[in-house]
């Protein structure tokens, strides 16, 4: 073929995704593998959303929905917003890329952080955008220098809060100084993805940033049911923003995104209160625990307002993660984005946990790290 591929098509490098459990055991010659690298819940979906799905598989021959019509105004009355201002997606991740369609041309600029989700530059290249990047400070988002930096090109900010990889959040008070500055002209994107997990006194009041726009910015919330609601593998996730961005996002969007399947389990997910808060109980209880085990072997851990958090394991990342790979172990190294020293750890079940401790403890004495 003669076909030639725009350079910002060309340049861009995909998206890695963690490593399948059943490519770990062939490449590796393990079995029982765990995977604690990629932020999953381990306790998977309610069990009335499973039955619900299974209840509606027979209707699969039938186009879902287009307008999500029950699961958004189910989200409305449950979170006080108003239907008009809430957009569903294929994962938060299609919204993302919404935003990005509806309101970014080739020139415009975005500004997001780094490290934090590959997804916001990747998207931003490919419409053609410009890419402006500030550097995390101390783990957190660097709002002055990220204030700094905005421009009359600037249409987006995209901060992920907490922050990924580090769990970090941004504090309220902060937070709602800087959108006081930010000028009216940019839609600030705050991604809540593990907004479940956060104590309640770090969580910002959305509902009036989304609301309350006059002589300011507009704020958009993303929000997903594949952590807390353990629906990654149904890819679904929402966003609450002002009813004229979600007027100019649904322009944008495919008819048919989110397919029967997610919307009835997520509807059934959101419906089971006391399945949600078992998940949020076990889940700061498996993080309390692990970062309590992980600095009696000589580590040290990163405070985290997810459900996964870094671990400093006194030497070379990469080198602890394939030895951990050899004891049918995933974790995340860090490496890559610029933490040389340590890796991502998700919170497990009990017992993924206890077995990641122990596979941790014998790499940790195997490469001399402690």
């Known amino acids: 073929m003669k076909i030639q591929v725009p ?43 499973i039955q619900a799905i299974r209840g509606a598989l027979d209707n699969l021959h039938r186009y879902p929905d287009g307008s999500c019509y029950r699961l958004v105004h189910a989200l409305a009355e449950k979170l006080g917003f108003a239907p008009e201002e809430i957009v569903l997606g294929n994962g938060s991740n299609e919204i993302i890329e919404m935003l990005v369609k509806a309101y970014v041309q080739t020139g415009d600029e975005v500004i997001s952080s780094h490290p934090s989700f590959l997804m916001y530059q990747k998207i931003v290249q490919v419409r053609g955008g410009v890419n402006i990047v500030i550097p995390l400070t101390r783990m957190h988002h660097d709002l002055a220098t990220i204030l700094a930096a905005v421009t009359d090109r600037t249409r987006l900010i995209f901060l992920d809060n907490p922050n990924n990889p580090t769990g970090s959040p941004i504090k309220p008070t902060d937070l709602y100084a800087f959108l006081s500055e930010v000028p ?21 009041d959305i509902f009036s940033l989304v609301r309350n726009t006059n002589g300011r ?25 002002p009813s004229q961005v979600a007027g100019n996002l649904h322009k944008v969007r495919q008819p048919f995104n989110v397919n029967q399947p997610a919307q009835i389990g997520a509807l059934a997910a959101l419906e089971d209160e006391e399945f949600y808060q078992q998940t949020l ?25 997810t459900n996964f958090f ?7 990342a990469t080198a602890l993660y394939e030895a951990m790979l050899y004891k049918g172990v995933i974790v995340r190294s860090m490496k890559p984005y610029g933490y040389t020293d340590m890796v991502r750890i998700t919170v497990g079940s009990e017992e993924e946990n206890n077995r990641f401790l122990a596979a941790l403890s014998l790499c940790l004495r195997e490469l001399s790290y402690v």
Do not use: H
């Not at 109980?281 to 307002?305: A, H, N």
């Open 217 to 241: 910015c507009g704020v958009v919330s993303l929000r997903t049911f594949s952590k807390a609601y353990g629906l990654a593998g149904l890819r679904i996730g929402y966003g609450l923003m």
């Open 310 to 316: 870094l671990i400093d394991v006194q030497g070379d």
């Open 184 to 204: 009216e002209s940019v839609l600030v994107v705050l991604d809540e993805a593990y907004v479940d997990f956060m104590d309640s006194e770090l969580q910002v």
């Open 7 to 49: 350079d910002n098509i060309a340049s861009i490098v995909p998206y890695p995704p963690g490593k399948p459990l059943e490519e770990l055991e062939r490449e590796y010659g393990v079995s029982g593998s765990i995977k604690m690298a990629s932020n999953e819940n381990p306790w998977g979906p309610s069990p009335k959303a």
């Open 281 to 305: 109980r076990r889940t700061r209880e498996g993080l309390l625990y692990l970062q309590d085990e992980v600095e009696k072997l000589g580590c040290k851990s990163y405070p985290s307002q």
